[in-house]
């Protein structure tokens, strides 16, 4: 069964230095990785995502990846956070065979002045 | 508009109460899913539907049911609402078959069981 582990349920910054949240997946194959962020009182929207080819992805807000297989990782960067990014962000997993998604637990990224 | 809605976006409840939740989408998906999220659990996948002929119960399906009425419109049931059905519930929809496509969610239901 594939899964994700996100590392640390909170995550704080200052404004403008890195943001790292990590994620963790196991699969038996090669997954389809995604990261989502859900805004205060919003549903969630799609961020990036990972399916072949080149292992770093770039997604929007100046957000992205990089998926490494031998660690089995898709950690999410971006380089100089801001206050709009505070949010919860969630990494997914889809197995190749399957329409559904897997769900971590979630990030709430807090961002200070 | 928005192109994934649900209805009502609150509602409090009593312990035995049955309860729908509604979901509609104006983007011609065939795929939809109802999820609920927990604070420190992340989302979890109670049913989805690949048409109105295909239901599938996911990962935390006991005490829900759904209907899908149309292509659009996927409900939510609770028969009996318990307290730990106190949650965020969502709504998602997809266009295709592939894993790779992204999920398109609705702004949520806050649920209150009493």
């Known amino acids: 069964a594939q899964s994700v582990t996100q590392l640390g349920s909170h995550v704080s910054v200052s404004e403008g230095a890195l943001v790292l949240l990590r994620c963790n997946y196991s699969?038996?194959?090669?997954?389809?990785l995604f990261w989502y962020v859900q805004y205060p009182n919003q549903g969630l929207q799609l961020l990036l995502k990972?399916?072949?080819?080149?292992?770093l992805v770039k997604g929007i807000n100046g957000f992205e990846a990089e998926f490494k297989k031998s660690e089995t990782s898709f950690h999410l960067t971006k380089p100089s956070a801001h206050m709009s990014d505070a949010a919860e962000y969630f990494c997914?997993?889809?197995?190749?065979?399957?329409?559904?998604?897997?769900f971590g637990k979630g990030t709430m990224l807090l961002v200070s002045p | 508009d928005a192109d994934v809605t649900q209805t009502p976006r609150n509602r409090i409840t009593k312990t035995g109460k049955r309860i729908m939740l509604e979901c509609s989408q104006t983007?011609?998906?065939?795929?939809m899913y109802w999820y609920r999220q927990d604070p420190g659990l992340g989302l979890r996948l109670i049913y989805y539907?690949?048409?109105?002929?295909?239901?599938n119960k996911g990962e935390i399906s006991d005490g829900y049911s759904v209907s899908r009425q149309a292509q659009a419109k996927f409900s939510l049931s609770l028969e009996s609402a318990i307290p730990n059905q106190t949650a965020l519930y969502f709504c998602?929809?997809?266009?295709?078959?592939?894993?790779?496509?992204?999920?398109?969610f609705g702004p949520g239901t806050r649920l209150t069981v009493l």
């Open positions: 998602a929809t997809r266009d295709t078959d592939s894993p790779t496509a992204e999920q398109f």
């Open positions: 699969s038996s194959v090669p997954p389809y």
């Open positions: 990972y399916t072949t080819g080149a292992t």
């Open positions: 997914a997993v889809s197995d190749r065979g399957y329409s559904t998604l897997t």
């Open positions: 983007k011609g998906h065939d795929r």
């Open positions: 539907s690949f048409d109105v002929k295909d239901i």
